[in-house]
C-alpha cells in the first residue's frame, strides 16, 4: 500500500512537473498580454512531434514514419531534438502572436480565443495528415531500465521530467525577480502603456512572451512524449490540466501555478490508484471548487476594478 | 398587422421548404437538410449565449451529449414515450447548463470559457471511459425513434420535424431577443457593472442564457441519437464544440439570420469535404483564426453594412409631452448613512463617514481629488461594499445589496467615466434604464403574450419621453458611442431616471462639459429636482454646486470635513485649507471665520 501511494506520489510529480511548465506558460502570457494560447495543449503535442521528427532526421529515416523499431537515438540527437522542439515551437508561438493575438489583444470580446482555439486546429489537422492519428513509442533519452527507490520502481524519464521542470523553474524566476528583462517584463504586466513610456519595447515583450509560453510548451511535450507515448490528442488534455493548474494556483502568480501544476498532477495520480474514470472529474472538481472560494486561485491577487 | 407579418413569413418559408422536402427522395440529400436543422438548433441557442450574451462556451458538445444519451438511456431502458424522453432530454441538459453556468457566478472572460472548455472534455471522457453506463466506443444501440401514428418517423418526416422545430425556435428567440430580455443579455455583454446599475441582475441573466443554449443543443443532441437509433463516444467531440461555436461566429453572432446561414453554409461544407476529416478540420481552424479578423459580424454583417445603413435614417423619433411626475416627491429623511468606513489597504477612501439626505432637495459631495467621492457612490450604489457602517435607503439597511437591488428599490446613477453600452441605440439605453420597472417575465416574452408587447410600448413611450426632456429626441436612434461626450452624458442621465430613481446619484456630471451646456445642466438638474427626484451629485464646478444645491457635503482623505448651506461651507476654514493648503499658522489665522 505504502509502495503504491510513494508510486503514485513519484509519477504524479514526474506529470506534475510538465503540468506546470504549461501552467508557467499560461502565466507569463496572461501576465504579460492579458490574453491565453488555447491551444497551448496542441502546442504541447506539436512540440513532442517535432522532437520526434528531429530524431527521425538524425536517425535517417522519413519524418512521416511512425516507429522507431529498434532504432535507439544517442544522447547528440536527443539534445539536438531538445534544440530543435524548443526552437520550433518558439517560432509557431511568434506566429501565433502576429496571427491570432496581436489584431485582437486589448480589445473586448475575446476574439484571441477563438484565433488562438483556430491556429490549435490547423496545427492538429497538420499533424493528422502527416502522422495519422496513432500514439507513437518514442525512446525515452535515459534509457527505460527502471530504477529501484525505497523499494518502488521509477522509471528515468519520469525523474528526468522532474528535474528539468524544476530547474526551469528555478531558472525562471531568477530572471524574472532579478534582472532587467524579468522586471520589463513585469513592467508590461502591470502596465503596458506606461512601460511604454518608459522606453521598454513592449511590443518585443509581448513577442517574447508567446515565445518563452510556447518553447515551454514544447518543452513539456518532449519530456511526456517517452512517457506517455506521442500522441496529436495528448495535449489536448495535458493543456487543460496546466490552465486548471494555474487557476488553482492563480494566472497572475507564476510561483503559484506551478505550485498549483505539481499539486494537480499529484492529484490525478492518486485517484487514478482508485478509479481511473473519475480522473478528470475529480480534478475539474477541484478547480470548481477553489474558483468557488477564491475566484484568482490560492496564491493570486485579487484586482479591482475601477468604476 | 405589422407585428404579424414576420411569423406569417416564417411560416410559409417553412411550409414551402417542407413541400420541397417531402418531394426530395434522395436520402442523403434529406440527411443533409435534417443535419442542417439539428445545428441550426444548436446555433440559435448558442447565439443567445455568444452573440447576446458575449459568453463564449467551448463545452456544447457535452450538453449535445446530455442530451443525445440522456434519450438514449431511457428509451433503450425502459417503456417511456420517445417523445416523453425527448422533453426530458431537453430538461436534462438544461440542468447541465445551470451547472456550466453556476461557475460564471465568479469568473469571467478567459478563465470562464476555458471552464466551459474543461466540461466539454469531461463529459467527453466519461461518456468514453465510463463503458458501464454509456457503452463507450462501442455506444449505446436500440433507442427507440420518434413516432407518428404508431410509425417511426420517415427520412422525410424527420427533415420536416426539424424544420418546424427550427421555424419555432426562431420565432421564440426572436420574441425574447427583440425586447426586455435581448436588452439586457446586449447590456451585461457590453458593461456588467452598468448592467446592474440599471437594474439587470446580470448572474441571472447569464445562467439564463446558458440554459437556452443547453436546452437547444440538447435537443439537437437527442434528435440526432433518435434518427440515427444509435449514439457512442465518437459522437462527442472538441470539433463538435468548435463547430457548434463556428456555425454562430461564421454566420454573425448578435443577428437572427447568423446561425441559419451558418448551420446552412457550414454543414453543406461539411457534407462536402466529409471525405477528407483533416481538410474538413484545417478548414474549421482557418475560419476560426481569420474569420473574426476579416468579417467580424461574420457573413451576415458583411451584407448588414449595406442594409443598415438606410435603416437609422429610417424612423423619426416622436416622443410626446412631458415627463410628469418621476420620483414620489414629498418631504423627510431619504437617505442615512452612518459611520462607514472603508479602506484599500493604506488608502482610505471614508473613514467614519455619516450624512443624511432629505427628499426634495438637491445635495452636492464636494472636495478635493482623492476625497473619496466617487467610493461613496459606489457603496451607496452597492458596487462597492463597505468594510463597516450603516447606509439606510428608505428606512432599511442596504450595506451588501446587490447593485440591481438597490437600483429597483429606487436609486439611480450615472458614472464618473461614462459607462454607456455604445453600441446599442441611444434609445434602447434609455429602455433599458426601465429594465426592473417592466414586469413581463421569460416565459410570457418568449411566446409574445399580450402584456409582454404592452410593457414594451409603454417602455419605449416612456423612454422617448425622457429623451425629449434631456433634448436627445431626434437622436434615438443613433448608437449611443457615435454621439459626442457632452450629449452622452445626457443619454446616461436618461438612462438613470428611466429606473425611477427617487435618489440620482450623478457622478460629476459636469465633467467635460463648457460654461454653456455646465449652465444648462444646471437648469435640467432644477427640472428634474421639480419632478419628484432627489439628487446627489459630485462635482467640482463650483459655480454649479453653489447655484443650484440645497446642501453640500465636503469630503477631505475619506473624512467629512463639512456640510450644510452652499454659503456657509463656502465660508468654512477647513474647507478652503482643504481646498488650497496652508502653510503655516499664520495662514490659517488670516483665513476669515
Known sequence: MVE?????LISGLAVGGAYALVALGFSITFTTTKTLNFSHGEFVSAGAFIGMSALFLVLGKPLSSTTFGDAVPGAGAQLFALVAALGVMGLLGWLLYVLGVRPFAGRPGMAWVMSTLGFGVILQSVGLAIWGPKPVVVPAPVGDTVIRMFGVGVRPQELLTLGVAVVVMIGFDRVMNRTMIGKAMRAVAQNGNVASLMGINTNAMMIGAFVVSSALAGLSGFLLAPIAQASLFMGLTVGLKGFSGAMIGGLSNPRGCVIGGFLLGVLESMVNLWQAQWREVAVFALVILVLAFRPTGLFGRSTVEKV | MKRLAHPAAVVLVAAVLCGLVSLSGNDYYLRIAFMMCVYYLCAAGMNVLVGYAGQKSLGQAGLFAAGAYAVALITSRTELSPWLALVIAAVVSGVCGVLIALPSLRVKGPYLAMVTLAFGIVVEKLVGEWTDVFGGAQGIYGIRPLTWNGQPLSSVQWVILGIVLSAALHLLLRNLLQGRFGRALLSLQADEIASSSVGVRVYRAKVMAFVVAAVTCGIAGALVAQQNQYINSDFITFHLSIFILLLVLFGGAGSMYGPIVGAVLLTATDALLARWP?????????????????????????????????????????????????????????????????????VKPAQDVSFRLQRGHIHALIGPNGAGK???????????????????????????????????????????????????????NVMLGRHSRMSNGFLSSLVAWPTAGKQERATRERALQLLDLVGLGHLAHWPAGSLPYGLQRRVELARALATEPQLLLLDEPAAGLNPQETAELGELLVRIGKCGVSILMVEHHMDLVMSISDHVIVLDYGVKIAEGKPAAVQANPRVVEAYLGVDDEEDMAAVPA
Open chain 2, 278 to 346: 483533416s481538410a474538413q478540420h484545417f478548414l474549421y481552424g482557418f475560419l476560426l483564426l481569420f474569420a473574426l479578423y476579416v468579417m467580424p459580424g461574420g457573413v451576415v454583417g458583411l451584407f448588414n453594412k449595406w442594409f443598415l445603413k438606410s435603416r437609422h435614417r429610417g424612423e423619426g423619433a416622436a416622443g410626446s409631452g412631458v415627463p410628469g411626475q418621476i420620483g414620489p416627491g414629498g418631504e423627510g429623511e431619504l437617505l442615512v448613512v452612518q459611520g462607514v468606513t472603508k479602506s484599500y489597504g493604506g
Open chain 2, 374 to 428: 466617487s467610493t461613496m457612490i459606489n457603496m451607496l450604489t452597492g458596487v462597492v461594499e463597505p468594510d463597516a457602517g450603516v447606509i439606510r435607503f428608505l428606512g432599511r439597511n442596504i450595506v451588501g445589496q446587490p447593485a440591481h437591488t438597490i437600483c429597483c428599490l429606487g436609486m439611480g446613477r450615472t458614472f464618473q467615466n461614462l459607462r454607456l453600452f455604445a453600441d446599442l441605440s441611444v434609445l434602447d
Open chain 1, 4 to 8: 503504491a501511494l510513494l508510486q503514485a
